[in-house]
């Protein structure tokens, strides 16, 4: 389960700069922070766009039964059979940059860790997301942890690398062999 996200808009990097600067273009009355986010939060998303990635605001999880319970994740391993998902999987996959994702350990005293990639700030995260009457929602997906996490939970993001992208947007076959593979090798620090 990813149900926090550590999203650092100050930090120095090219890819966050692009981030901030169309924020400020296209969302210049909206108020996105640095630091923790909670779901329901309205986060920085990217879609596909024609030429390359479009930046929207959504919010953090889908509807469920009932206005006040949030989907937040899907599994990847049903992503294509579940009703709920299944379309915006073949329609409307998007990626959530972040600067890392906060998980919390399971057995013993309850420690809150932030999980990074060995070589680079920014943490691309797939995602799925769809029209509500009160907005575009979007939900992160899942998938089994690898080595660098299963310490501490049995699930974990799908990470997209960089270059990943546009093939994780644009292209349905390529999205489906993103699913398979197994997550980026992870660092954790204490939160």
């Given at each position: 389960m990813c149900g926090?996200?550590?999203l650092d808009l100050e930090i120095s990097n090219p890819a966050m700069q692009r981030i901030r600067d169309l924020l400020n273009q296209q969302?210049?009355?909206e108020r996105?922070?640095?630091?923790?986010?909670?779901?329901?939060?309205?986060?920085?998303?990217f879609t596909a766009g024609k030429e390359k990635p479009k930046l929207?605001?959504?919010?953090?999880?889908?509807?469920?039964?009932?206005?006040?319970?949030?989907v937040i994740n899907a599994r990847s391993e049903t992503v294509t059979d579940k009703l709920i998902f299944k379309e915006s999987f073949i329609l409307r996959r998007c990626i959530l940059p972040t600067t890392g994702f906060i998980e919390w350990s399971q057995d013993g005293p309850k420690t809150k860790y932030l999980f990074r990639l060995m070589d680079d700030v920014m943490v691309y995260l797939a995602g799925l997301y769809r029209q509500y009457d009160d907005g575009l929602r979007f939900v992160i997906l899942t998938q089994a942890?690898?080595?660098?996490?299963?310490?501490?939970?049995?699930?974990?993001?799908?990470?997209?690398?960089?270059?990943?992208i546009n093939p994780w947007l644009n292209d349905n076959d390529h999205a489906k062999k993103?699913?398979?593979l197994t997550g980026p090798r992870l660092v954790r620090t204490v939160y």
């Open positions: 926090r996200i550590e969302y210049p009355d996105i922070t640095s630091g923790e986010k909670y779901p329901s939060d309205l986060l920085p998303i929207a605001i959504m919010r953090w999880g889908f509807h469920g039964s009932g206005k006040s319970k949030l942890a690898n080595l660098s996490m299963a310490e501490i939970h049995d699930r974990m993001p799908v990470i997209i690398k960089q270059t990943e993103i699913l398979k």
